[in-house]
């Protein structure tokens, strides 16, 4: 949005330095236009677009023995995420994918039923963006089933969200 009106201003700054004009100073507020639009693109800083690597799918991967919740937030939302980043990263045809992602979406449901009850935990950005994900990842899960892999969109959706998620949690939030 910055960005957007930023350039906005600068458009119209340089837009009355192209006009017609029959004043013997209009090289002179060309120049001046000119040169103030573009150390102003210099000067200001740029949006820093963090680009997120979406990493190929793999069949590979160690079946985790943690499911389940330890009632503690932080290390729940991590495991849960970890777990996750784990689903959306198999490839078609992985071995005990569907083992996995029913206990997974288990694992999802009981995290969602159970923090969701509390306004102190219920209103952490990285609650809301975990139940987001949980969202997006179960209903995957309810219309195409365990044994298919996440679409590309979708999965790029899904790691943008676990990378806010992991700063959010980092910062206690």
């Known amino acids: 949005m910055k960005t957007q009106l930023f350039l906005i201003a600068a458009v119209a700054s340089t837009a009355g330095a192209f006009s ?5 100073c209009a090289r002179r507020q060309f120049l001046q236009t000119a040169s103030t639009a573009a150390a102003s693109t210099l000067l200001f800083p740029t949006i820093a677009s963090a680009e997120i690597v979406v990493p190929e799918q793999s069949k590979e ?3 985790p023995s943690d499911f389940g ?3 503690s937030y932080e290390t729940d939302a991590a495991k849960v995420r970890a777990h996750m980043v ?4 198999l490839a078609k045809g992985s071995e005990r994918m569907e083992d996995f992602g029913k206990n997974l979406k288990k694992e999802m ?10 306004p102190q935990v219920a209103g952490k950005p990285s609650f809301s963006t975990l139940y987001t994900s949980i969202n997006v990842l179960a209903g995957h899960y309810t219309s195409y089933g365990y044994k298919y892999p ?7 959706r899904l790691y943008q969200e676990y990378a806010e998620i992991d ?3 980092k910062r206690s939030r």
């Open 167 to 169: 700063k959010s949690l």
């Open 61 to 63: 991967f160690e079946f």
């Open 86 to 89: 784990t689903a959306t990263g």
């Open 69 to 71: 919740l330890t009632y």
């Open 150 to 156: 996440l679409p590309e969109k979708r999965r790029k």
């Open 20 to 24: 017609v004009s029959n004043d013997s």
């Open 109 to 118: 449901i009981e995290f969602v039923s159970y923090y969701r009850r509390f």
